[in-house]
């Protein structure tokens, strides 16, 4: 049987000195914090592919030859399609907070920081629902200042 070379040096039931395993603790926490890296780089090419290729999926889908020109024959209408609008707006972008938060939660790997961030992600979607769920209120409030 052979030794390597720093096996021989030392003597028998030798133990590792702290200093040696706090330099194999931060060489194991450097390559855990790599590995995090290259996970989330490999999250930052394929989160915006998946959203691009459904959306170009989705529109060729269900794509239909009409002609609609938008006139608004109200002021009532036009507070109507703002409304929708709105509360389209901030439904998707909340949507889109929470999956951001679910993916960073998941890959938080026990770090408190990432844990935080994916937290504050999920408070922003619950905001973004919130302020949807409001839309209506605020187009009351114009329709009554509009006079509509």
């Given at each position: 049987?052979?030794?390597?070379?720093?096996?021989?040096?030392?003597?028998?039931?030798?133990?590792?000195?702290?200093?040696?395993?706090?330099?194999?603790?931060?060489?194991?926490?450097?390559?855990d914090r790599a590995h995090?890296?290259?996970?989330?780089?490999?999250?930052?090419?394929?989160?915006?592919?998946?959203?691009?290729?459904?959306?170009?999926?989705?529109?060729?889908?269900?794509?239909e030859t009409t002609h609609?020109?938008?006139?608004?024959?109200?002021?009532?209408?036009?507070?109507?399609?703002?409304?929708?609008?709105?509360?389209?707006?901030?439904?998707?972008?909340?949507?889109?907070?929470?999956?951001?938060?679910?993916?960073?939660?998941?890959?938080?790997?026990?770090?408190?920081?990432?844990?935080?961030?994916?937290?504050?992600?999920?408070?922003?979607?619950?905001?973004?629902?919130?302020?949807?769920?409001?839309?209506?209120?605020?187009?009351?409030?114009?329709?009554?200042?509009?006079?509509?």
């Amino acid at each position: 049987m052979r030794l390597s070379i720093h096996a021989a040096r030392r003597p028998a039931g030798h133990r590792s000195t702290s200093r040696q395993r706090d330099h194999a603790a931060r060489q194991h926490h450097r390559r855990d914090r790599a590995h995090r890296r290259i996970r989330r780089a490999h999250l930052v090419v394929i989160i915006p592919l998946a959203v691009v290729g459904l959306l170009v999926t989705a529109s060729s889908a269900y794509a239909e030859t009409t002609h609609v020109v938008a006139l608004a024959t109200s002021v009532d209408q036009v507070l109507t399609n703002i409304r929708s609008w709105i509360m389209g707006i901030l439904a998707g972008l909340a949507t889109v907070f929470v999956s951001v938060g679910g993916v960073r939660y998941v890959m938080a790997g026990g770090d408190p920081g990432e844990v935080e961030k994916a937290k504050t992600a999920f408070r922003a979607a619950g905001i973004g629902y919130g302020m949807a769920a409001l839309a209506p209120l605020v187009v009351t409030v114009l329709r009554g200042i509009v006079g509509a």
